[in-house]
């Protein structure tokens, strides 16, 4: 069974930084496309970052130089570092796989993604 489990969320001034991770179990990491999204009260689910099966990383404009994706397959586990948090990143963080589709379906840096964690908030204040 698969299972994408997230962590690492919480409260930050801005400025700040928080690593998030994803565990994931039922699955090699490497062979499917994995991806960090976001989701702000009132707005559409977004891409932020996402791995392909060839190892190319893509980000959304607004995280360049900011966010690091990285992922660490002995462990199957993805990462997210956020470095300079703003309050406009303030959103729940979700990891997810193109290994399924589900109840949402994104496309992001050439993967279709549809399999979800059950995701980690961050807030970020001024």
């Known amino acids: 069974q698969v299972h994408l489990v997230e962590s690492g969320g919480g409260s930050v001034q801005s400025g700040g930084s928080l690593r998030l991770s994803c565990v994931v179990s039922g699955y090699t990491v490497r062979r499917y496309c994995m991806g960090w999204f976001r989701q702000a009260p009132g707005k559409e689910r977004e891409g932020v970052a996402a791995i392909d099966t060839d190892g190319r990383i893509s980000y959304a404009d607004s995280v360049k130089g900011r966010f690091t994706i990285s992922q660490d397959n002995a462990k199957n586990t993805l990462y997210l570092q956020m470095s300079s948090l703003e309050p406009e990143d303030t959103a729940m963080y979700y990891c997810?796989?193109?290994?399924?589709?589900?109840?949402?379906?994104?496309?992001?840096?050439?993967?279709?993604?549809?399999?979800w964690g059950q995701g980690t908030h961050v807030t970020v204040s001024s």
């Open positions: 997810a796989s193109n290994i399924g589709s589900g109840a949402y379906y994104y496309t992001f840096a050439g993967c279709g993604f549809g399999y």
